[in-house]
């Protein structure tokens, strides 16, 4: 059997590990709790760990923080063992270690953050990835603290164990992001409808309500609010909720799952857990109806033209 | 009664305490501290039927779990906002409706799809669980360790 078909048989038995959804639950539950005794620091505070700032999700970025700390310590450790480190080499590999530490409860932080709205098998695989990446966490702070009482030996050992755990976990953990999809993009990035195209009638808007339709096989969410008609995306970038059974809440759309708002205007997340915008549309009225047309954006603008009408 | 009978009936309790609440006005303080508090209770016991005895009998015919959770902690999420807003501030009542639309959002899922989905378990089963919910329920009503977790997540959502 190949190493890809054994790695794809352990993931499929982790994600189908229903034991586990008992205490993930629990998990979840505490992580809520934890946040709701921050108060109005809970929202802030969360977008910051999911990266709603940063455009897409913190986690990835914070985890290089402890493998690339971990990996140089045990660069260090080795030229210590075979005797070609030189005097400074054990305080090196104690600072690496602790930088480590620091860095990986950053990411366990944002991580947990993220996990909270992970569904079925992807939530399993995330608490995996979290149960081992905490035994390496706790295996490092037990080797920075042997570091500092003099017990070399014992603590290389457990450092290399940590090592080891965080490589395994760090593939389930690349099964969550490139399997799962779990912080990556789900909008609709196509960049149709080209031109104006209608979708539904003007009656059939509510004004201060969202309206779900689908033009061109893009799904797209209407408001008629204020005056002015909106229209943006339908499907959540975070997990492909149907924003069309979405709500407004201060003039933002509401993500009927995990509650992501929205800006009518720029389709910016004006909270997370979704860290991309959602694209938006051009909408005119014309004898009743209303059009839409995809908008361009700061990531190119919106071509008018085929390749195929071009090349004619 | 069977399972999602029981389930909706609670559903409308819900509905009706929050559309009360959604007409009270400005003024009315004690009628909104009063149905707050009453929709804190009805939200914590529904919670707890649901986790504990619907969704483990739905699991095998119902892929709409994660989305159930998913939604009753957005429905957490907001009525903490909706405790921590003062019953006179003007924002009151737009934080209610936000927690209305949740609420709406959530019982449509279920009604409209998880409940159809657990017809699969047979009329029976569905009548055996209608009991295990209601007994639950009442139970629930009856405890003391509910009104403590009722008083307490109160006191801490206020204080935060």
Redesign the interface.
């Known amino acids: 059997m190949s190493v890809r078909s054994r790695l794809e048989r352990t993931l499929g038995a982790v994600e189908r590990l229903q034991v586990l959804d008992g205490p993930g639950y629990q998990l979840e539950h505490g992580v809520a709790l934890t946040y709701l005794l921050t108060g109005r620091f809970a929202r802030p505070l969360q977008d910051l760990l999911h990266g709603v700032w940063l455009g897409h999700p913190l986690h990835p970025a914070l985890v290089t923080v402890p493998v690339g700390s971990w990996t140089a310590a045990l660069v260090l450790d080795g030229l210590d063992v075979t005797g070609r480190g030189g005097p400074g080499t054990g305080a090196a590999a104690r600072t690496a270690v602790g930088v480590g530490v620091a860095g990986a409860v950053a990411s366990a932080a944002s991580g947990l953050t993220d996990w909270q709205h992970a569904h079925d098998g992807a939530r399993r695989v995330g608490l995996v990835h979290a149960g081992l990446n905490s035994t390496a966490l706790a295996l490092y702070a037990w080797s920075f603290a042997d570091r500092g009482r003099r017990r070399p030996g014992r603590a290389r050992v457990t450092a290399a164990a940590g090592f080891a755990l965080t490589l395994a976990s760090s593939w389930l953990g690349g099964a969550l992001s490139y399997r799962h999809g779990l912080g990556t993009d789900h909008a609709d990035r196509s960049p149709e409808p080209r031109r104006f195209t209608p979708v539904l009638a003007e009656s059939e808007l509510v004004d201060g309500e969202a309206v779900g339709a689908t033009v061109d096989g893009v799904p797209v969410v209407l408001v008629a609010q204020d005056g002015e008609v909106h229209a943006v995306g339908g499907t959540c970038p975070h997990q492909g909720a149907p924003l069309g059974e979405g709500w407004l809440h201060r003039g933002e759309l509401v993500c009927p799952w995990h509650g992501s708002r929205f800006d009518l205007a720029t389709g910016e997340p004006t909270q997370g857990p979704s860290t991309a915008p959602l694209p938006c549309f051009d909408v005119r009225r014309q004898d009743g109806r209303v059009e839409v047309r995809r908008r361009g954006n700061w990531r190119g603008p919106t071509a008018t033209t085929t390749v195929e009408e071009a090349s004619r | 009664m069977k399972a999602d009978q029981v389930l909706i009936a609670h559903h409308d309790v819900l509905r009706g305490l929050l559309r009360q609440l959604t007409e009270t006005t400005d003024d009315q303080t004690a009628e909104r501290s009063r149905l707050r508090d009453e929709l804190l209770r009805e939200l914590e016991v529904h919670t707890q039927i649901e986790?504990e005895l619907f969704y483990p009998a739905v699991?095998d015919v119902s892929?709409l779990?994660?989305?159930a959770?998913?939604?009753h902690?957005?429905i957490?999420?907001?009525l903490?906002t909706v405790m921590?807003t003062a019953v006179d501030d003007p924002e009151f009542g737009?934080e209610v409706?936000?927690l209305s639309?949740?609420l709406h959002?959530h019982t449509?899922?279920e009604e409209e799809r998880m409940f159809p989905q657990s017809h699969a378990l047979g009329d029976e089963r569905l009548e055996q669980l209608g009991r295990q919910l209601q007994e639950r329920q009442e139970e629930l009503y009856r405890s003391g360790a509910m009104r403590l977790i009722v008083r307490l997540k109160r006191m801490?959502?206020r204080l935060?």
């Open positions: 986790d699991r892929p779990l994660s989305l959770h998913a939604e902690r957005q957490d999420d907001q903490a921590r737009t409706r936000m639309a949740t959002h449509f899922e801490t959502l935060v």
